[in-house]
């Protein structure tokens, strides 16, 4: 607005300034009473509330500034409007990102310093506030011709927003966050137990279709994990640049999906960080098109030390309405690790079939004990399953030492084991063991995954529901316990405490003895006595199943030794397990030094009379050759003695010859000079 001059007691005349262009469902009129505050760094922010929400709003309006400046960096390109409005509503459920003056509801802007929650509310706020401030470039700058595109706005917006959280607070684990929580919430919606079977690309024809775009959020959460990664194959840099390409060429226009892999592919190209494998749109059009998430499978022989990777869509539950042939281009990353190994990342590219790898060659080692962990960090979107020794592997190492792994890795194991065991995928003998292992993890992002994800057990073949109710809780005073000694990121940490506190409620209503604010000695003792209830439980159950597989098969005597003490007792069972690993370490280190003191004594006696008769033989042979140099230096010598002989001989007799004719030559002058001089002077004689 430009002034609002008085000019009628009881009107106002408002002036606009010219708008940009841009989509009619971005345009806003707010009326109503409320109050202002504007940003003292930077004027453009202004905050709206109602009468006396002014303390509340401190927070949101530095946030703000923090969040356009970041935007404004990233892209290099200004906010494009004069000014910048950010309102508080009462009940107004959500943010919009109209163009120029943003809606909130009350609870997503405003906070109260002194609530005792305000940690929680402020992250909850920053994903808000950056998400719609995002929107001003990817939505209101260029925005999707059609809805059935509306991911390109929401999709590519959420993946900035977790982006830029991180880096206006880098304390924070956004990353984690985006790539766990998020991302089980996307499978969630693509294993499709509803049978909807819709991909990004929606098509939208009749007001009904919005329905099937915003009922379910796969626009927000798969549409920003499919940006990740992409931004993770093409390198963020380049992701950044090919963002700049497409916010330049289409601002104040509308877009197409091809829009943006053409600037994508642009900047690939000039940074020679492209892929390979084919286009960028050919690689991402199955991805927004295709509906479902692909599960990689990943087979080892552990004989040949190949492992095999094949893909197929996956399901929560056989529909026969899908297609089930459907492919993806996935760049699958892949590493192996374990006791004295540590291979760096590697990554293949699975189209069509199945691809067959030689871990020797494909990751530097042939230690056919190590265990293989695929999509590092999660960066690819796919689950991944494993043959059932990788995943004991995998387990052995999360329950013996969880810290040789990522913790973001950490959770991603456990998010796509306890996604596949949900659906029988998975072996069952391994999900018994993901309690074991959460007994030792005291980083809050595997917990977070726990926490959302263990709920999906419940009334599943693992467990029943009594079970699970009898389970759970105890678990989770164990991860608030696990988790309060730790000095971790405060988002990450307010955030697993909101999930958990959420989880408590909901289990507490049904066993009211175990209360949260009573945790202590006695609690966790309960809650391990639970554990060791579960997995006797489970034992029973695999006995059952099939008498003849031992449970967890393919661990030693010792393994089984130890188990059965932890079902009688955990700790004592954690505590054997240490000082197993303790004395395998200890064995191994003797043995190894063992193997190598006998090698070197080999060598030394080997080495010392070889050296010896060599060293002789090579001296004699040495002081021959030389001999024989002499000789015939000495010849050579001689030679040349006779040439310098001949030489100056020839030189006296050339230089006699000379000096004979130079003295007739004088003679002969002389008597010259003499006959001119006489002659001379008789002319001179005459004359007078
Ligand atoms: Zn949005």
Redesign the pocket.
């Known amino acids: 607005m430009l002034n609002s001059p008085e000019v009628h007691p009881l009107y106002m005349l408002d002036k606009y300034e010219r708008t940009p262009i841009m989509s009619n469902y971005l345009a806003i009129v707010a009326v109503g009473e409320y109050e202002t505050a504007q940003s003292e760094r930077d004027p453009r922010h202004e905050l709206h509330f109602r009468p006396g929400k002014r303390a509340q709003a401190s927070f949101a309006l530095d946030l703000v500034v923090n969040s356009v400046n970041f935007f404004e960096a990233y892209y290099e390109i200004p906010f494009a409007l004069p000014k910048l409005g950010h309102i508080a509503i009462e009940n107004f459920g959500g943010a919009m ?1 109209n163009y120029g003056l943003i809606t909130y509801d009350e609870n997503v802007l405003l906070v109260d310093p002194n609530d005792p929650n305000a940690a929680e509310l402020k992250a909850e706020i920053l994903l808000y506030v950056a ?1 719609e401030i995002g ?1 001003q470039w990817t ?1 209101n700058l260029v925005t999707t011709n059609w809805w059935d595109t509306i991911w390109l ?2 999709g590519i ?1 959420e993946y900035l927003t977790y982006y830029s959280g991180q880096t206006i607070d880098p304390e924070s684990d956004w990353e984690s966050v985006l790539a766990i929580m998020v991302m089980n919430r996307a499978i969630a919606m693509d294993a499709d137990p509803q049978g909807k079977n819709l991909a990004l690309v929606v098509p939208v024809e009749v007001p009904a279709d919005f329905d099937d775009v915003f009922q379910f959020t796969r626009i927000y959460e798969k549409g920003a994990c499919v940006t990740r990664m992409l931004a993770n194959l093409l390198t963020h840099t380049t992701f950044r640049n090919g963002m700049r390409r497409y916010l330049e060429t289409h601002g104040g226009g509308n877009v197409i999906e091809s829009y943006l892999w053409d600037a994508m592919e642009a900047a690939a190209v000039a940074d020679g960080t492209l892929p390979g494998f084919g286009s960028i749109a050919g690689i991402m059009h199955p991805w927004t098109n295709q509906p479902g998430v692909p599960i990689v499978t990943i087979t080892r022989d552990y004989q040949t030390n190949y492992a095999v990777f094949s893909q197929k869509r996956f399901m929560s539950v056989v529909n026969n309405d899908h297609d089930l042939d459907e492919k993806w281009p996935i760049f699958v990353s892949f590493q192996l690790g374990g006791r004295g190994v540590e291979t760096q990342v590697s990554t293949l590219f699975l189209d069509q079939g199945e691809v067959q790898v030689d871990l020797f060659l494909g990751a530097g080692t042939n230690n056919s004990e190590a265990w293989l962990l695929a999509n590092s960090k999660r960066e690819g979107y796919y689950i991944v399953n494993y043959d059932t020794v990788n995943w004991i592997r995998l387990l052995g190492q999360l329950i013996s030492d969880p810290s040789v792994i990522d913790p973001i890795n950490r959770a991603q194991i456990l998010s796509d084991l306890t996604i596949l065991c949900a659906v029988d995928i998975a072996d069952s003998q391994v999900c018994a063991m993901v309690p074991a292992y959460l007994v030792s993890e005291s980083h809050p992002i595997p917990w977070i995954a726990a926490a959302q994800l263990l709920p999906i057990w419940r009334g599943s073949k693992l467990m029943t529901m009594d079970q699970f109710d009898s389970f759970l809780p105890p678990m989770l005073e164990l991860a608030l316990d696990n988790l309060k000694n730790q000095t971790i990121t405060p988002l990450a940490t307010d955030l697993s405490n909101v999930v958990l506190q959420q989880l408590n409620a909901m289990t507490m209503s049904k066993s009211p003895s175990s209360g949260k604010n009573k945790v202590g000695n006695d609690k966790i003792k309960q809650s391990m006595n639970i554990l060791t209830a579960w997995l006797g439980h489970m034992r029973r159950y695999h006995q059952q199943k099939n008498k003849n597989v031992q449970f967890l098969g393919s661990l030693t005597l010792q393994d089984e030794l130890i188990r059965q003490a932890t079902v009688n007792c955990a700790e004592r069972g954690l505590l054997l397990l240490r000082v197993r690993d303790e004395l395998k370490m200890t064995l191994a280190a003797y043995q190894t030094l063992f193997e190598s003191s006998c090698a070197f004594g080999i060598r030394k006696t080997l080495q010392v009379p070889q050296v010896a008769r060599e060293g002789r033989e090579e001296l004699e042979r040495r002081v021959e050759s030389l001999e024989e140099e002499k000789l015939k230096l000495l010849e050579e010598c001689d030679r040349l003695r006779g040439q310098l002989e001949n030489a100056q001989r020839l030189h006296e007799e050339q230089r006699a010859v000379e000096a004979d004719s130079h003295k007739e030559k004088i003679e002969f002058y002389q008597h010259k000079v003499q006959q001119i001089k006489n002659q001379l002077e008789a002319i001179l004689a005459a004359k007078k």
Do not use: D, L, Q, V
């Open positions: 990102e998400h929107h939505g706005n929401e917006t």
